[in-house]
């Protein structure tokens, strides 16, 4: 049995991953740090095919030999929490070494690396660079390297909507981050596992970027009274201004309880759309779906 090797496997997208992929038959194994429930991540596939194990740093002996017999790797772990080091050690660093090690690796067939739209072109945020450099240095150690780079992904359990939905029904307010202008192409988690199945079911070769970016392009502000309209509740959208929120969010993610990161506030400071210069789902025959439609489907059932 063909085995794949799913860093961050136990989040929304890994776990979808993780559903799509045990179906074709490979043996999955979830390596992980933070506490996960093994349990539910077993039930994804048959009994036997999916492994979760716990470990401490890639220095881990059983890890190295997983990674030095397995067919694919796959990295998702791109966090947006500082709170355990910065950006450039939790990922660049993390990469770095785990590329080294897949490197000796003769028989690896493809890594797969998760990024997102416009690291190459975001100056601003520690995480972007971070995530970016990643990026050369998989091109450069591995032949068979895959960078996905979706948009916003949603799906019913995603953040971005599971944050979002409570405000809009408990609320007759709603912050709105700037004056709600820019755009994004938010993109159907179905797509962006299915793309990832293709690359890997086509032995993909090369050096390959793939923007996954739904079919619409969208401003916050459109979204937001979109959201309201499929609610069927009336909602009055509050502009705050960016420097504002830099500074209330600053503060709030030094507490457990923050909604929100100031890398995560970067990404509505500016457009997150495709540049429509590298690959996209045309070129893995994928018509991806509209975004617009899911939303609605998820907020009605």
Do not use: W
């Not at 794949?4 to 890994?14: E, K, L, N, P, T």
């Amino acid at each position: 049995m063909k085995s794949i090797v799913i860093f961050g496997g136990a989040g929304f997208v890994g776990k979808h991953l993780i559903r799509r992929l045990a179906k074709n038959g490979y043996k999955i194994i979830i390596p992980y740090q933070k506490s996960i429930q093994e349990a539910k991540i077993r039930l994804l596939g048959i009994t036997g095919q999916i492994i979760p194990f716990r470990f401490s740093t890639l220095d881990d002996k059983r890890l190295k030999t997983v990674l030095l017999n397995t067919d694919i790797c796959i990295n998702l772990k791109t966090t947006y929490d500082q709170k355990n080091g910065n950006f450039n050690d939790t990922i660049f660093k993390f990469n770095q070494k785990l590329l080294k090690i897949l490197k000796e690796n003769k028989e690896l067939r493809q890594f797969i690396f998760f990024s997102g739209l416009g690291v190459d072109i975001d100056k601003k945020s520690s995480r972007s660079i971070a995530i970016y450099k990643s990026e050369k240095e998989a091109f450069k150690i591995i032949e068979n390297t895959s960078i996905i780079r979706p948009g916003i992904i949603i799906g019913g359990e995603d953040l971005f909507l599971k944050r979002l939905l409570p405000i809009f029904r408990m609320s007759f307010f709603v912050p709105l981050f700037g004056d709600g202008s820019k755009k994004f192409q938010p993109v159907f988690i179905d797509d962006v596992s299915l793309a990832v199945q293709t690359v890997i079911n086509k032995n993909i070769k090369g050096k390959n970027i793939y923007e996954l970016a739904g079919p619409r392009v969208i401003s916050y502000k459109y979204f937001y009274n979109y959201i309201s309209k499929c609610l069927g509740k009336t909602r009055v959208l509050v502009p705050f201004p960016f420097r504002l929120m830099k500074f209330l969010v600053s503060i709030a993610e030094k507490t457990p309880f923050s909604p929100l990161t100031s890398e995560q506030l970067l990404l509505f400071e500016e457009d997150n759309i495709s540049q429509n210069t590298f690959k996209n789902f045309e070129n893995l025959n994928i018509n991806p779906q509209d975004t617009l439609q899911i939303t609605k489907n998820i907020i009605e059932n």
